[in-house]
């Protein structure tokens, strides 16, 4: 009987994963048709807490284009150049679909520190050379001496740009941005400065838009105590229950989410890996970032809930 047991526990454990992660795909929404991009900080962020989130978005029928936007190089340790590539394997076993899609914006303004926090207005301005279409001009400086009648001219014409500017909807070249929430996860600075970087590049490319939605959803992941956090598979039950109660209210108004470019686009979304799903995941953290798997980073491939299921958030702000 004992024996018995022990081979009847892990199947019927792994088979209510399998079930609880199939429902999850087909009653949970999701983002369908999308141009998508995942803001990180270092090479391997996309693995250890964002790989349910990309193998969930990457899936051939959902249609839509996931790229990753990584802002350093991770060169604490001078293993820029190696990381570089490792993101890149990672990023492929991740389901992205080609090399090109993965660029790490490596500059000095973006320094791979636990001790500094990035300048958000600096993030924005990536954020917006990048994904605003036809980012406006920045207004002159210049010393050179002109004429009061160029000046004049000059003046009329920025005036009929910028009434011009306010007439017309923002615009940018994607649909949705992921990034970390306000705290980081881990509570690393540099994961809580892309949130706060990607709000003011929000706000920017709303600023004198008043009236019009907003053409970027911006979605966090959410943080959790240390106790959840370690708690890997374990804590998708909780999270599956947090999540259907948060969409009470907004169901019982008729609705889940605003309505987008490819219609709905919902106020949570959830992943959750079944186990080959989990296995890709853990296979792109120790097959492809092979230089960060120090001691205790077994621990988080192995305990870590953002390793198997992932919940975000969408950022309700108006950006005005």
């Known amino acids: 009987m004992e024996l018995y047991l022990y081979f009847a526990i892990p199947v019927v454990f792994l088979t209510a994963w399998f079930y609880t992660a199939s429902i999850i795909q087909a009653r949970i929404p999701t983002l369908r048709n999308k141009a998508i991009v995942l803001l990180i900080a270092h090479p391997d962020d996309e693995a250890m807490f964002f790989a349910p989130t990309v193998l969930g978005l990457t899936r051939p029928d959902l249609g839509n284009h996931v790229k990753i936007l990584c802002l350093s190089s991770g060169n604490a340790d001078s293993l820029g150049p190696i990381r570089k590539k490792e993101i890149l394997a990672s990023a492929s076993i991740l389901g992205l679909r080609s090399s090109s899609d993965v660029l790490v914006y490596d500059s000095p303004d973006f320094p791979d520190s636990m001790l500094e926090h990035w300048d958000h207005a600096s993030i924005a301005a990536v954020l917006s050379s990048l994904f605003t279409k036809n980012p406006p001009s920045p207004s002159s400086s210049s010393t050179t001496t002109t004429s009061s009648s160029s000046r004049r001219k000059a003046a009329s014409s920025a005036s009929a740009s910028d009434a011009s500017t306010r007439g017309s909807p923002p615009e940018a070249t994607i649909d949705v941005l992921i990034t970390f929430d306000g ?138």
């Open 183 to 320: 705290h980081g996860i881990s509570g690393h600075p540099n994961h809580i400065s892309l949130y706060h970087g990607a709000v003011a590049w929000l706000t920017t490319l709303m600023k004198g838009k008043g009236g019009w939605e907003c053409p970027v959803t911006l979605y966090r992941l959410t943080s959790t105590n240390v106790l959840r956090k370690y708690m890997a598979i374990f804590d998708a039950p909780l999270t599956m229950a947090l999540c259907v109660l948060d969409s009470l209210p907004a169901a019982a108004m008729g609705g889940r989410g605003k309505k987008g470019r490819e219609g709905e686009v919902p106020g949570r979304l959830m992943f959750l890996s079944d186990v080959g799903l989990w296995r890709r995941a853990q296979r792109a953290m120790t097959g492809a970032h092979v230089s960060q798997m120090v001691w205790f980073r077994w621990g988080w491939v192995w305990g870590s809930r953002y390793m198997v299921v992932n919940d975000l958030r969408r950022e309700k702000g108006g950006f005005k």
